[in-house]
């Protein structure tokens, strides 16, 4: 299969006159065509091969997303070298890692400041470029464009074109080794299911070097649509000033999104508050029912789904209030999210069912993807015309699922276990790592992925955990803790959540409280706002919600600051980092293994669930 760049620079030439990509510079919008986005990467390529940048060359490309990153990518790559792409973020001691477990004889940094923190490896960094701005001994951007305006790209393009390094939840991150045609395969794939065409916007807010975001980018310009550049801290200024047809998100930005929502509601009048949030309700049960009729909802934890005549009924006695609903709160969101956007995408992490019916019913749909790393990254996908929400989705073309037990036995259709894919988008291994890539990919080409699903009767997975995040209870039984924290997330004071209990006798939860509301409400009720947040858990969490009673969660701890990229309890794709959450946090957990509450309407006199007692665990 042809490299990448070689697809690109063929596949671009009928959008010449398009727009490839829309970036704000000094307050103003400015826009790069196809023409001139393909002329950018060519010179640049070949500036690095003046530099001294041969075929097989690892090169460090350490910045963050904007239009000078995409060039510098696709550049490493049909200069023939492979790319190692880090966020400007990453911490010193982690580049010094990459840098030297790569072998890494380049680095493009985005400014330099992040060539000054990166330390001294004792390797020998034959090229250093700054993206932005000047640094003594390393050559700017646009000169590499310059030194690139004429020269030759290599005739060879070897197989090898990028190493991913884990965002690292666990242990040491892993250097993912991804070919060209492992990516290609996402690539030639992926665009048709989800529609991309010339008449498309797609906003930007996740980290380029993701190997989510990085395809879709490639998707993107490989079907003629627009990529505009945004971050968490301008995307409201930028949804405005873009209006996207399609948003691709994690999970975290549309909880913030929903979250934002309902902030705005809060400031209403009490007759405004009860008014849009009525108005919701009606929206999200109408099209519950429409989506139970039409077999397009899956909730694992429901223990009657109810009857296609109930389904029927409440789809049409619905309708009028559904329908306001959606008029008339769905039009405020649309307005919110730019008033154009016909889809979003998400990927990174399951999305919460709450969240999907909530964006769905207001006339958001969102096609979730589900992948990894190791798979360049896309594995399934919803599609939008038998969107089966609470899925991640069916596999996608030439690519082979199977669900296992802990023996590597195929278990029956509808029951939980390992996910193991096999197809062209699989990895090549781990980078300098033999032993770490036989223990996931086995010699008939089916790579492990460590994580929990069920396969329904039309193809679609449920997500239902990781087994490396499976906590084990003192009595020996698993629990999976993401559909409890999904549950947990449901609350309107619940902001973030992490369920404990390894070795423990029952589950806990560590939780940042959504602070404005949780104390102003707790406050009213004369309580306090742990013992508000226990009842919420207790009221969300128990058999009538379909969850097992070992599935309680009966201790609970409040911590005071949101788990974040920048505290580290967060990957870059916001994904929680629980071994560091646990340790940090350590003497939390066992105060709250150690608290008993007599009643809802006492203070903690030691440890346990609202108006029980429970023994220390």
Known sequence: MESIPAYLREQIKPFYDLPALRYAENKERKIITYREFGDRVDRFARGLVKLGINPGDK??????????????????????????????????????????????????????????????????????????????????????????????????????????????????????MLSHANIMHNILVVPPIIGIGTADRFLSVLPSWHMFERTVEYAIFANGATLSYSSLRTLKADLAAE???????????FEGLHDGFFAQVEKKSPFGQKFAKFLI??????AGCKLRLADRLENPRARDQGSKVGALLGSIGRAPLGMLGRKMVGGKVQAALGGRLRGAVSGGGMLALHLDQFLTALGVPVVVGYGLTETSPIVT???????????IGRAIDHTELKVTD??????????AGELQVRGPQVMLGYLGNEEATNAVLDKEGWFKTGDLVSITKKGDLIFTGRQKETIVLAGGENVEPYP?????????????????????????????????????????????????????????????????????????????????????????????????IH??????????YERVYDSISRKPTGSGSLGEKEPKG
Not at 156 to 162: D, F, G, H, K, N
Not at 406 to 415: A, D, F, Q, R
Not at 506 to 534: F, K, Q
């Open 59 to 176: 090169v460090f490309l350490l910045a963050d997303n904007s239009h000078k990153w995409i060039v510098a990518d696709l550049g490493i790559l049909a200069a023939g070298a492979v790319s190692v792409p880090r966020g400007g973020d990453t911490p010193p001691p982690e580049s010094e890692y990459i840098l030297r477990h790569s072998g890494a004889c380049a680095v493009i940094a985005e400014n330099a400041r992040l060539l000054d923190a990166l330390p001294e490896t004792g390797l020998e960094i034959r090229v250093k470029v700054v993206i932005d701005g000047e640094y003594d001994g390393a050559t700017s951007f646009d000169e590499v464009l310059e030194m690139g305006a004429d020269g030759e790209l290599p005739a060879e393009i070897p197989e090898l074109a990028t190493v991913v390094y884990t965002s690292g939840t666990t242990g040491v991150p892993k250097g993912v």
């Open 243 to 253: 209006s996207p047809t399609f948003l691709v998100a994690v999970p975290r930005l």
């Open 484 to 580: 409890v924290e999904s549950r947990i997330l449901e609350s309107p004071y619940v902001n973030q959540v992490m369920i404990v209990g390894q070795d423990r006798k029952s589950l806990g939860a560590l939780i940042y409280p959504e602070p404005t509301r949780a104390e102003a409400d707790a406050r009213a009720e004369g309580i306090t706002v742990e013992m508000l947040i226990r009842r919420e858990v207790r009221d969300l969490v128990n058999p009538e919600s379909g969850f097992r009673a070992l599935e309680k969660v009966g201790r609970v701890g409040l911590i005071d600051h949101e788990f974040s990229v920048e505290d580290g309890t967060m990957t870059r794709t916001l994904k929680l980092k629980r071994n560091v």
């Open 381 to 391: 996908v919803r599609r939008f015309e038998d969107n089966v929400l609470g899925s």
């Open 406 to 415: 802990l023996n590597g036995n195929e278990v029956p259709m509808g029951t």
């Open 583 to 592: 340790d940090k946090y350590a003497d939390l957990i066992d105060e709250i």
């Open 281 to 286: 309700a009606q929206a999200v049960e109408w």
